[in-house]
């Protein structure tokens, strides 16, 4: 089945048309998915009026208060930030969507992610996972080949990824992917010394429809974002275009799984303080980081929000100095009408001291798409950083 738009500028033009409409549930949805969505929207405006940073801000994630031009910032131009030492990593060229660096420097690259209305330059070819030592002078990518008798290699097409240390310091690495466009998490033995990954599983469950980013807390125990509520492309288009804000976060393990927070205007990064106490989630389209407190039987509570300006995608989380890094889109409708004459922008962000009354938010590297476009994640090492993009490129910077 092929989901790829192949009308962007139409479909650019057609949501500059729809910010004006007023809000119509497509006729087709059941009522209980409407039930279920009116529920994901009450926990929207819950967080949104008790637990915002700052109260000046207009809300953003009411579809009925805020216009699809100003969800995906449309009209913002961004303002340089250059850092002087960055290369581009050589053998990435079609995307690192996502990535995560393990305490040892080791670093794992989501690759070749192709995804409904975004771009991708090479669709029929499958995604893969590389490798990077940052403790390298010059560190390099490697493909880790995959093993294992039950995984298709050839529909793999990996997105948001987490890893998980086991106390015998086995690393297992969780992937979410989308054979045929569905969505699965494969889980994954890192095998070091072959420099392979052995699949050890795949998990589906109808509470994971649309995967985007997960964390994992045990070896197949993770939370999960979903970015969308519908499964079916025509009611996403809507969904996205009046701002529903039905996504949702479910906590998944093999024998319980559950929706712990809802009413989200695009789900997107998910990560998780260096304590374990709190969870952090990235609100696309209402530009908000949100901080939940965890609690012992894995539901979640709303502690506070902030808002960012930007369209954040992947948090990673420096285990270190437990300061927030977030991959953005400076403009959202540059991802989705790709044109490279005018090509998305990249923004990354560290938030420092996320819990205190005013934390410190740095925008660390912005440019307007010259390097790269569409940065969605970076992370930092010994003074190192990363950043990954949905489709291009990726870059290494000494900070
Ligand atoms: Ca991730
Ligand atoms: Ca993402």
Known sequence: MQLTYDNSAERAEE?????????HPPKSISQG????????????EQRGTVYRVNPKQPKASSCCCTTARARMNASREVKSVELPNCKLIKGIETGAE????????????????????????????????????????????????MTGSNFDASSFNPHGISTFTDEDNTVYLLVVSHPDFKSTVELFKFQEEEKSLLHLKTIRHELLPNLNDLVAV???????TNDHYFVDQYLRSWELYLGLAW????????????VVASGFDVANGISMSPDRKYVYIAESLAHKIHVYEKHANWTLTPLKSLDCDTLVDNISVDPVTGDLWVGCHPNGMKIFSYDPENPPGSEVLQIQNILAEEPKVTVVYAEDGKVLHGSTVASVYKGKMLVGTVFQKALYCEL
């Not at 949501?15 to 004006?20: A, D, G, Q």
């Not at 045990?218 to 999960?224: I, K, N, P, S, V």
């Not at 996504?247 to 559950?258: G, K, L």
């Open 247 to 258: 996504s949702n976060v479910v906590y998944y393990s093999p024998d319980d799984v559950r």
């Open 218 to 224: 045990g070896r197949e125990h993770f939370y999960a």
């Open 98 to 145: 996502d990535l995560e660096i393990l305490p040892n420097g080791l670093a794992f690259f989501s690759a070749g992610l192709r995804y409904p209305g975004v771009k991708s330059f090479e669709p029929d070819k499958p995604g893969k996972i590389l490798l990077m030592d940052m403790n390298e002078e010059d560190p390099t990518v490697l493909e880790l080949k």
């Open 33 to 44: 998915a409407i039930n279920g969505g009116q529920k994901a929207s009450q926990d929207a």
């Open 15 to 23: 949501m500059n048309t729809l910010t004006e409409l007023p809000f």
